[in-house]
């Protein structure tokens, strides 16, 4: 019998979904002074929905995308994979956020959704999509009643929710730590394998559309160059272009309205082995119609599901970290100790499982936290120069929103949406270190502490409530 340090022992650091069969080579970097129309900096999900957007508001546009390391190394080739409708992290937090806009971003994000599908689909891009919704379990009982209340909500919205009670969660996922679950199924948000997309958009932006695309080419700074015009300095030569969008995500920024609207939180993630059908018929999850995206209701929750061909990969919980001063260093990738505790959690979540499964992969990705936990837009330098950044925890179906905020804001068919809350509202600005470390370190503990007593709020939790600023990760 082995246990979870075992387990671990031979995990790769590397996210599953980098498998190097699969990866594509990658683009040179830029090797002197180019110009454009469109010059897109970082090569993840925000930047190759832009560029593919804009391309298709503008066939004749001519665009650069640039990519400091290669296309998906960012959080869009790190992450769980859970895709969701919703483009401002939940509806509490748009109800937070934005009153008086919630129906109209819940259209929004159907639309954005379907069409994200249908793009795929039209180009032939294999993400590995399984719709299987989103299901949420209550690990703890005191939890169960406010579930119940938040399903009723959903239920009694005209949403399509099953609810699971103790009996019945146990024959969907079987753990000591499941009391009741609902699922919310809308034939559309679930599981993609992150990595794909990324990069059967690089291929299309390539091939199809005659993107420029020059990897391992990283952008030093940014300035307007006359009235017309932006000069970007990048390693490897200088790129003129009438329009820049950043989408940057949370690392360094020279603009400083970017660099303190978000903050860089380390979220890490293991995976085991493909689990046998023994192992899956142990813990009752992985059958056909019951293959759930799951996470808890906990605020420090944990988001697991399987992959095609059964793994587990499983996230969040306590290991999530902000590190002081915009910590974005990829040493920090390699946290023994995160990997333990999630380790630990899996185990006590699946006890079946220990001393029988072991993991193969583990990896860390940078989650750009905002301040309203949704995509802050922004542009400057009359029209010339936007971004999108900061989805916070939710960014995998947001970022193609962001994508589409940023070039309408650059002037590609600008629509209706460029004069709703969601994007004009600035986002309230970080404090700056040490008070910043310490919000956050106060914050996580008191959430912490907030899941030991049921979800029951303190002081400091509430206080940030009144502000709109409830969570963290
Ligand atoms: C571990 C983890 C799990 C997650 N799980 C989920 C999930 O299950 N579901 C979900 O919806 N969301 C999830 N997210 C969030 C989601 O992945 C992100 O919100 C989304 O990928 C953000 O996309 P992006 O393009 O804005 O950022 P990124 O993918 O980080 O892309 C930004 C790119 O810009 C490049 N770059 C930065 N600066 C420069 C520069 N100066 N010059 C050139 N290039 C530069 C970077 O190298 C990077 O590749 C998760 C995130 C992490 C880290």
Redesign the pocket.
């Known amino acids: 019998m082995f246990k979870h340090k075992d387990a671990l022992k031979d995990a790769q650091l590397s996210p599953l979904w980098h498998a190097p069969e699969i990866m594509p080579k990658p683009e040179p970097p830029l090797d002197g002074d180019e110009n454009c129309e469109l010059l897109i900096?970082?090569?993840?999900?925000?930047?190759?929905w832009a560029a593919l957007q804009a391309k298709e508001r503008e066939p004749e546009a001519d665009i650069i995308l640039?990519?400091?390391?290669?296309?998906?190394?960012?959080?869009?080739?790190?992450?769980?994979?859970?895709?969701?409708t919703s483009i401002t992290h939940g509806e509490t937090n748009t109800d937070a956020q934005f009153p008086g806009e919630t129906e109209k971003i819940k259209a929004l994000g159907t639309q954005n959704i379907k069409e994200l599908l249908e793009t795929l689909e039209r180009y032939g891009i294999d993400a590995r999509h399984e719709a299987c919704g989103a299901t949420t379990i209550a690990s703890s009982p005191e939890f169960v009643e406010e579930m119940y209340e938040e399903f009723l909500g959903a239920e009694s919205a005209g949403e399509p929710v099953t609810w699971y009670d103790q009996n019945a969660i146990k024959e969907e996922v079987n753990s000591p730590r499941c009391f009741a679950g609902y699922k919310r199924q809308d034939g559309l948000s679930g599981?993609v394998d992150?990595a794909r997309i990324?990069w059967g958009l690089k291929s299309v932006l390539l091939r199809e559309l005659g993107v420029r695309i020059f990897e391992g080419?990283?952008?030093?700074s940014v300035k307007p160059a006359g009235k017309t015009g932006m000069r970007t300095l990048?390693s490897g030569g200088v790129i003129q272009s009438h329009k820049v969008l950043?989408?940057?995500?949370?690392?360094?920024?020279s603009i400083s309205r970017i660099r303190n609207s978000v903050i860089p939180v380390?979220?890490?993630?293991i995976c085991t082995e493909p689990l046998t059908d023994e192992q899956l018929n142990k813990i009752k999850w992985g059958k056909p119609e019951s293959r759930h995206a799951l996470s808890n209701y906990n605020n420090m929750f944990h988001?697991f599901r399987l992959t095609r061909d059964n793994r587990i990969t499983w996230?969040?919980g306590g290991a999530v970290r902000y590190y002081f001063s915009r910590g974005i260093d990829r040493n920090l990738m390699d946290a023994p100790a995160r990997y333990e505790q999630l380790a630990t959690e899996f185990f006590e979540m699946f006890p079946q499982l220990e001393g029988e499964v072991r993991f193969t992969h583990r990896?860390?990705?940078?989650?750009?936290t905002s301040t309203r936990f949704c995509v802050v837009p922004g542009v400057m330098h009359e029209g010339r120069l936007a971004w999108?950044?900061g989805?916070?925890?939710?960014?995998?179906?947001?970022?193609r929103f962001?994508?589409r905020i940023g070039i309408e804001l650059l002037g590609y068919q600008p629509s209706e949406i460029l004069k709703m809350k969601f994007v004009r509202r600035k986002a309230l600005p970080w404090p700056p270190e040490p008070f910043r470390w310490m919000a956050v370190k106060m914050t996580q503990l008191a959430l912490v502490r907030a899941d030991r007593k049921g979800g029951k709020r303190g002081l400091w939790l509430k206080f940030l409530d009144a502000l709109g600023l409830g969570f963290t990760c």
């Open positions: 900096v970082g090569g993840g999900f925000t930047g190759l640039i990519e400091q390391t290669f296309v998906g190394d960012g959080a869009s080739g790190r992450n769980g994979g859970f895709l969701s599981v992150p990324c080419t990283r952008m030093i990048c950043l989408a940057t995500n949370a690392f360094t920024s380390w979220d890490y993630q988001y996230g969040g990896w860390g990705g940078i989650i750009a999108a950044v989805y916070t925890g939710q960014g995998v179906s947001a970022s962001g994508g």
